[in-house]
């Protein structure tokens, strides 16, 4: 199993910034891929960005150029700087870790940071 535990988050006018961070730990599994998704009321799940363990990025299409992924390898922690926020990017927001153990790769999600932006 691995664990997840999320913070940050919150209420912020559009135009500003909000973090996130999600650290992963397990006994067993190694943390491969981590990224972060969102979902909002009514609508799919969908990609926010993600980041291998080598560094790779990759965002969705309404996070480029605003939002910004990393990750601490040694912390195992995914953080998610989101700048120039909109309205439309109220949505609950979940971190996803892939854990690994031999030839074994499992999704692990976390319990979702709530980011509500004001107009």
């Known amino acids: 199993q691995v664990q997840l535990v999320e913070s940050g988050g919150g209420l912020v006018q559009a135009g500003g910034s909000l973090s996130l961070s999600c650290t992963a730990s397990?006994?067993?599994?190694?943390?491969?891929?981590m990224g972060w998704y969102r979902q909002a009321p009514g609508k799919q799940r969908e990609l926010v960005a993600s980041i291998t363990s080598g560094g790779r990025t990759d965002y969705g299409d309404s996070a480029k150029g605003r939002f910004t992924i990393s990750r601490d390898n040694a912390k195992n922690t995914v953080y998610l700087q989101m700048n120039s926020l909109k309205p439309e990017d109220t949505s609950v927001y979940y971190c996803?870790?892939?854990?690994?153990?031999?030839?074994?790769?499992?999704?692990?999600w976390g319990q979702g940071a709530q980011v509500t932006v004001s107009s």
């Open positions: 397990s006994s067993i599994f190694s943390i491969s891929g």
């Open positions: 996803k870790a892939r854990g690994r153990y031999g030839i074994i790769d499992k999704d692990y």
